[in-house]
């Protein structure tokens, strides 16, 4: 007798399944096309290898059904037919938009309106700090193309896994420096630049978000691409953000796409509080003179602005060697509270903490 993969699927046909009272293949719970393999040698059995797909591991009707497939295809195709029938679940489906990380209590988004401010240099201190001061924060890296936290945390080679929880396979984000953190650069080549179309980044984006095993959060920093595009609009509809906080150097070319990322947030359509602004690289302190201000970029323009749009100006980061050579090495500078740029970072966390608590206590 030979064996074709068609009959095959018409023994298991004949099979019902009780939790749709249809048969197995009508309720589509066959995963592929069963696999059928000639004897070996004389006197060796055929062998079928089918897989189906169960709602969950937990099913009730899971073992007798899998009893009946056998018997069934043992009945149509011979009983020296050796079968090997193998589980497999279907994932719970995704939690609806408004429903998604039940755990976070404040997702706080990071944004620039232009690139070279300092954003997620700015992004993985302020995590890093709240997470010193004893909150318990996550950290996503949105910047599809651009991603720099894996470096920043010195976790380039941290390959994420996934567990199953609630019926669902879920992403576990890498945990460091207190921070849980993932980014799409954990599953791209740091070498290779990523050419993905719009939607292809928003979809992975999502995944990153709404698959991941993100769990309970304090605070759950979100660190932006610099401009405003399709993951900003991702961001916005998928997530609803407690504020945001812009960064900006003085400069005037920053200021001015500093307002327009103030007016993104602020747009009758998005209406995301703006938590306050962050001046990056304010003035210049070289070592060997500590206490010397040199005010390269300009003097005080967040702090201008700030007044203008009526926002607080949150902190004021000074541009320091340490924090390039601390981001490089993977060890950022709010690791360490005895440095004048750690302390920085830990009065910036503790002035978005104050402005959070006030504006929604």
Not at 51 to 58: E, G, K, S
Not at 85 to 106: C, D, M, N, Y
Not at 243 to 253: C, D, N
């Amino acid at each position: 007798m030979v064996l074709y993969p068609k009959m095959i699927m018409e023994a298991l046909a004949t099979v019902m399944y009780a939790g749709t009272k249809k048969n197995l293949v009508a309720s589509e719970m066959v995963a592929d096309t069963p696999a059928v393999s000639a004897p070996k040698g004389e006197g060796e059995p055929w062998q079928v290898k089918v897989v189906l797909i169960f709602p969950r591991n937990t099913d009730p009707f899971l073992k007798s059904t899998v009893k009946a497939a056998e018997a069934a295809i043992k009945y149509h195709c011979g009983q020296d037919v050796q079968v090997t029938i193998e589980t497999e679940f279907k994932s719970a489906p995704r939690p609806e938009v408004g429903q998604l990380l039940p755990g976070v209590k404040h997702i706080i988004a990071v944004s620039s309106g232009k690139g070279g401010v300092g954003k997620s240099t700015v992004a993985a201190n302020l995590a890093i700090a709240l997470a010193r001061l004893g909150y318990k924060v996550g950290l996503l890296d949105t910047d599809i193309f651009g991603p720099s936290m894996p470096k920043m945390f010195n976790v380039e080679d941290a390959r994420p896994y996934a567990v199953q929880k609630d019926g669902r396979d879920l992403i576990v984000p890498v945990e460091q420096y207190g921070v849980k953190l993932l980014s799409i650069g954990f599953f791209v080549s740091p070498t290779t630049a990523t050419l993905w179309r719009g939607g292809m980044a928003t979809s992975a984006l999502k995944q990153l978000i709404a698959d991941a095993d993100w769990g309970e959060l304090d605070y759950f920093i979100l660190d932006t691409p610099p401009g405003t595009s399709d993951i900003h609009l991702t961001l916005l509809q998928t997530l609803t953000i407690t504020g945001a906080v812009i960064v900006s150097t003085p400069q005037q070319v920053a200021l001015a796409d500093a307002r327009k990322g103030i007016d993104m947030y602020r747009n009758e359509k998005v209406h995301v509080p703006i938590l306050g602004l962050i001046e990056n690289m304010a003035w210049f302190t070289p070592a060997e003179l500590p206490n010397n201000k040199y005010y390269i970029f300009g003097k005080e323009g967040c702090k201008q602005l700030a007044e203008a749009m009526q926002v607080p100006l949150l902190a004021q980061i000074p541009l320091v060697q340490s924090i390039c050579d601390n981001g490089d090495a993977g060890t950022p500078a709010a690791l360490s509270s005895e440095t004048v740029t750690g302390l920085a970072f830990i009065n910036l966390a503790q002035a978005v903490v104050t402005v959070v608590n006030r504006l929604f206590s």
